[in-house]
């Protein structure tokens, strides 16, 4: 069967950089730049896209063009005893799909409210008590399902299920020439009315304010690392099944550059565009910003609710925020599906659309764990999970194979600059060779540490090692039954 393609470059890049963008850039990025000495952050953050995330798209890219393949069946023809690895990848996608669409799901409802600002004045017992009814509840004590969040899931769901049956040209590219423009001109639109909110400045100096104190900090580096793979959707499986549409001279060099750059330029926008609401909250609240900002769910969902209310016109900018919301986490959520579907079609060469119904089919039952009174709990731990551990594990066997096992890396240059415009030199080779995979073990080694002696929480960590091992265990026993790998 011929291989689908992109039908324009445009499209190409948009659909990566719509995966790339989600609601990690939205929520994660303005925090850790805050929590991290502000703009002295971006000395690390900058570093890393250098030295990790342009090196490792242009290798994912370049992997993907020239085995042209999901992730499992790339790896399987770079070596066929590292199938596992793809099907480890695509494993760790599938289970960040099934609870990241609740979060979509959250946004979406919360769109529906922003029109009258029905999550009333406590936004944070509205959250957590009321919309999540979240009770004496635990990963293992759900409760039940709570089908106003079910529902608004479902939507999220059927909106991925029509952008990948309708292909890679027909459905996730017009997608995301739809969804990409739209995001960016409501940011842009957005920044433009908070910038001029009184106290919007003094919010924005304190993203940008350095610190350089924190420069020296290890922990400042491996979250600038840990940051640039979290939100460039790279050891995961996707790139590689994104990149395996492209037509076979595409210009890796220029694609993976625009990519990163893109994606971090919108990330800066996105601090902008928060931190400037928490300057007009503090400003508000007669309270120092330290005291309105908060991490990750709290902020899109408490903080940011708070601020809409104090908003002039509430009611035009808080559908827009939580609009680009919604249309960042669909680009990204239907990118993760696609490298699942992808790894199945190749693997038991299935149509688009028998592959599409039996996977999304099996992840919306799935997901409805994530919908119930404890899902909050389950995606916080899951979510760990899946992100300190999976992620970072699959990154760093995936460059230790290229680089060391293999030693690749140098081949991955020539055929890049073969069919781009403009030449790579030895820094991609240093990069992938040393920097990256060191960076990597280091966060890789501190999380498990971390792990195994604080713990993350007061939660019971069976269920997260479970998950890995489930994974990995999957992935080798599906490696065993090929017998068709070749080693080239």
Known sequence: MKREQWGSRAGFILAAVGSAIGLGNIWRFPYMAYDNGGGAFFIPYLFAMITAGIPFMILEFSMGQKYRGSAPRTLAKIHSKFEWLGWFQVGVAAVIAVYYVAVIGWAISYFSMSFDQSWGSDTNAFFFKKYLALGDNSPTNLGSIQWKIAAAMGIAWAITYAAIVGGVKSGIERASKIMMPILFIMVVLLIARMVFLPGALNGINYMFEPDFSKIWDVKVWAAAYGQIFFTLSIGFAIMLAYSSYLPEKSDITNNAFMTVLINCGFSILAGIMIFSVLGYMAFEQGKPLTDVVSAGVGLAFVTLPAAINLLPAPYILGPLFFFALVVAGLSSHISIMEAVTSAIMDKLNWSRKKAATIVIGTGVIVSMAFATNGGLLLLDL??????????????????????????????????????????????????????????????????????????????????????????FIIGVLVNATNKQGESL
């Open 382 to 471: 899951v979510d760990h999970f899946a992100n300190n551990v999976g992620i970072m594990a699959g990154g760093l066997v995936e460059i230790v194979l290229m680089a060391w096992l293999l030693n690749r890396v140098a081949d991955v240059r020539q055929y890049a600059n073969d069919i781009s415009d403009f030449s790579i030199g030895t820094w991609f080779i240093v990069c992938l060779k040393f920097i990256t995979p060191i960076m990597l073990a280091i966060i890789l080694a501190t999380k498990l540490h971390t792990l195994f002696t604080e713990g993350y929480g007061d939660y019971n960590l069976t269920l997260g090692w479970a998950m890995i091992a489930t994974l």
